[in-house]
């Protein structure tokens, strides 16, 4: 049984060393009978050894240059197998994958699909459940519909990969490289994605359900209707990022970076905020009923119909806040307690 663990060696590797050899024999051999009937092969001259024919002496004089003659016949022969050869190697490096269905560890299935990829072979719809994958290299892989359900792929990167309606539920991805990588629909409920860099990720649609995405950098990405209800994430940048229309009750946001991020029609209902930044963030029609917004900055931040209904302001920090009606501010908890303009203060009766 060959182990699985074992370096997938693809064929025409094997098929160029005996080209070559091949190649090398019959160049020796023409040399060698060259040799054996012709006593002077200038140019011009052709003067036979004693006893040989004269014109099998003549049509070996004649033959120039036979050294790259043979060559040339070798490589194309050799070009004529390559693809069939790469074929067979793909579908060996496919019998490997899919003989580990099942089992943990790798199975040597990290050699193999970095195999593919390095040949642009498409993985999508691809199967490696509860496998160990740590480490593994598939930049720019075309993973759509992948089945990766309680995976490890700790340290991986993924950057730029096609990871569209994958299934990465419970997935390990802590500090994996999912820069720029396409997860639009993609399933990662209960992944774990600490410190993992999703900056410039396409994330629309996904799902990020009980997903712990602390320390994570989604700077810049796009999450337009995507579920983070009850996610995780503590100290996670998210600054210029797209939350328009995203669903994130019951999520921890504590010391999130959210400065300058879209979060029209954003949903904060019972979301923890403590000490975040949301510093000229947009959040027209966002909804923060009950959240807790104690200690965060809201400077130049765009209030525009935004729900504040019993969400606490304990020392939030609203200066210079676009928007923003004496309204909207009363109906919040703790509205006292935090710092306005001198002009909005006037108008709250605080001054």
């Not at 639009?184 to 409920?189: I, M, P, V």
């Not at 997903?211 to 100290?235: E, G, M, Q, V």
């Not at 006292?336 to 001054?351: M, S, T, V």
Request: with cysteine; net charge positive; proline share 1%.
């Amino acid at each position: 049984m060959k182990d699985k663990n074992q370096q997938v060696i693809p064929r025409w590797v094997k098929s160029v060393g005996i080209s070559i050899f091949i190649v090398f024999v019959i160049i020796t051999a023409f040399t060698y009978i060259k040799e054996q009937l012709v006593t002077d092969t200038r140019k011009g001259v052709c003067k036979p050894k004693e006893g040989i024919n004269s014109e099998v002496a003549k049509v070996v004089c004649e033959i120039e240059n036979v050294e790259h003659l043979v060559a040339i016949i070798g490589l194309i022969a050799l070009t004529i197998d390559v693809p069939k050869q790469q074929k067979r190697t793909h579908y060996e490096v496919w019998q490997v994958i899919n003989s580990s269905q099942g089992q943990g560890g790798s199975g040597g299935r990290i050699k193999a699909l970095e195999y593919l990829n390095q040949e642009k072979e498409s993985m999508a719809g691809v199967t490696a459940r509860h496998a160990d994958l740590t480490g593994i290299k598939l930049q720019k892989a075309e993973l759509s519909r992948a089945n990766l359900v309680n995976t490890s792929l700790i340290g991986s990167n993924l950057n730029s990969a096609n990871l569209k309606e994958a299934k990465l539920n419970a997935a390990k991805l802590r500090k994996a490289n999912l820069k720029e990588a396409d997860l639009r629909h993609a399933n990662l409920t209960q992944a774990k994605l600490e410190s993992a860099n999703l900056t410039q990720a396409k994330l629309s649609f996904a799902i990020f359900n009980d997903a712990d995405l602390i320390d994570a950098n989604l700077s810049h990405a796009n999450l337009t209707d995507a579920h983070l209800k009850n996610a995780d994430l503590r100290n996670a940048n998210l600054c210029c990022i797209n939350l328009n229309h995203t669903r994130l009750m019951k999520a921890n946001l504590s010391r999130t970076n959210l400065r300058e991020a879209k979060l029209i029609s954003t949903i904060f209902v019972d979301t923890i905020l403590w000490k975040s930044d949301l510093s000229g963030a947009c959040l027209q029609k966002a909804d923060f009923t009950r959240a807790n917004l104690s200690l965060a900055k809201l400077e130049g931040a765009d209030f525009k119909h935004a729900n504040l209904n019993n969400a606490d302001l304990s020392h939030a920090n609203l200066r210079n806040a676009k928007n923003l009606t004496v309204e909207q501010v009363k109906a919040a908890n703790n509205w006292d307690k935090a710092a306005y303009d001198p002009e909005f203060l006037i108008e709250l009766g605080l001054f």
